[in-house]
């Protein structure tokens, strides 16, 4: 089977999936239907909020990054990128607190209650540029299974794709995210395990391969490993995608599904980096995921290829859910289904308006992982009294570590490890430690 061909196979993939889960999804008539995936006056069970939390952050970008890792670093590049899945546990824990103890109905109302409009404003802004960018960041992945970045199929299949998922997102909200978040994690799951059974029914690969494949030391993937552990504590609160689930259903069965997504989600990505480790056994460069399609023949380079969608899709419609919920709850501009369908459009063009510009115009938009470690201290420190001016020198100070890490101008001697991540590791360090500082110096103060 050629080239042309294989696109054709995946034309046919995108546009049946997407009208299948289109047809299946449930119409959204009211807002709690809409805004909250109320279904029948039921909120969404343990394994329903499970399978969604995770297949809505197994994003295309990430399950591509773990088997890039996988192949750089071995084993120990898919543990390390797995690290980011505590954030399941941190945000479970502490948003149940948040709703149990401190009886707040969303991160939203905990804002504007402890340090008022203006710091709510900010976290707005935030987690709108934060879903500004999963839109075409997850989309650029899709386009570059079809052609080469700039090419008419590339942008193309950027347009359908984005406007096949639009089109059931529109039609039932959170609802619709949630449902087919079930039926693409079940896919998810049995294509993956396809992929493995393909790779381990190799005679030259075994699990010993995988276990002697990387290093464990900081140089070789631990630098980004206690990065991800680090930004866990501060990650997860600025992507509603991950939050607003936190809010649906029972606080009980919430934490539960938070602490089962975190250890679930971090074996997927470790899974998936195998095909990474695969690829470092067989000496292969580039695109980890394309090149093992490309060897294993156009079967399984497919099933990678679906796997993207799956993924994209999900991150996708939960994308345009979230900024809904943004505009039309959170921020009080309209609470009814219609604007909620505006609201979906709106970020659907904007974020797809950056696929048509350069990359460095996009590395300047995107909102990094450092640059929110400000949320670090706000969050986990959450029930004691600090006076508003606290937040706004954490988040502040966040953005600071944040652009220096952006501009590399961080000084030599306070990176104590070597290699690929330490600078990560040692900004997130010593960030944190200064948003928890300029955090509490005010509260010193007052007393």
Request: aromatic content about 14%; glycine content about 8%.
């Amino acid at each position: 089977m050629n080239n042309i061909d294989t696109i054709t196979w995946q034309w046919g993939l995108i546009i049946t999936s997407s009208l299948i889960l289109f047809f299946l999804s449930p119409f959204a008539k009211t807002t709690d239907q809409f805004f909250k995936a109320t279904k029948r006056l039921k909120k969404p069970g343990t394994v329903v909020l499970t399978g969604s939390l995770i297949i809505s952050w197994i994003f295309a970008k990430s399950i591509t990054n773990a088997a890039n890792l996988g192949l750089q670093f071995g084993l120990v590049g898919g543990v390390a990128y797995a690290g980011y899945y505590l954030s399941f546990a941190v945000a479970g824990i502490l948003l149940y607190q948040l709703r149990v103890k401190g009886g707040f109905e969303s991160i939203h109302h905990f804002l504007t209650t402890k340090f008022g409009k203006g710091a709510m404003a900010i976290f707005s802004i935030l987690i709108a540029f934060r879903l500004f960018n999963e839109v075409w960041s997850n989309t650029m992945v899709i386009g570059s299974y079809f052609g080469e970045t700039g090419s008419s199929p590339y942008y193309w299949s950027i347009l359908l794709f984005t406007l096949l998922t639009l089109a059931y997102a529109l039609k039932g909200g959170l609802s619709s995210s949630i449902f087919t978040d079930v039926i693409q994690m079940g896919l998810f799951s049995v294509l993956l395990f396809i992929i493995l059974y393909h790779i381990f029914s190799i005679e030259d690969f075994s699990t010993q391969d995988i276990v002697s494949s990387g290093t464990w030391s900081f140089e070789l993937g631990l630098n980004l490993f206690f990065a991800a552990i680090i930004q866990s504590f501060s990650y997860p609160f600025h992507d509603p995608v991950l939050t607003d689930r936190a809010f649906i259903s029972s606080p009980k069965v919430t934490r539960r599904s938070f602490l089962i997504a975190s250890v679930l989600g971090a074996l997927c990505i470790i899974l998936f980096s195998i095909i990474g480790v695969y690829a470092q056994t067989q000496n292969i460069q580039g695109q980890a995921a394309v090149e093992v399609g490309k060897i294993f023949g156009v079967f399984i380079l497919l099933i990678i290829n679906f796997i993207m969608i799956t993924s994209a899709a999900s991150t996708l419609d939960s994308t345009f859910s979230s900024f809904s919920k943004l505009l039309s709850i959170d921020l009080n501009l309209g609470k009814n289904v219609t604007f909620g369908r505006l609201s979906m459009i709106i970020i659907a063009v904007l974020g797809t308006i950056p696929v048509f510009l350069d990359a460095e115009i996009l590395s300047a938009t995107t909102i990094s992982g450092t640059m929110v470690i400000g949320l670090t201290p706000v969050f986990l420190f959450w029930n004691i009294n600090v006076p508003k001016i606290s937040y706004y020198l954490s988040v502040s100070c966040g953005l600071v570590f944040g652009i220096i890490l952006v501009l590399n101008i961080f000084p030599e001697s306070l990176i104590f490890t070597k290699g690929k991540y330490a600078d990560l590791l040692w900004i997130n360090f010593w960030g944190v430690l200064s948003c928890i500082t300029l955090y509490i110096i005010p509260k010193w103060i007052k007393k």
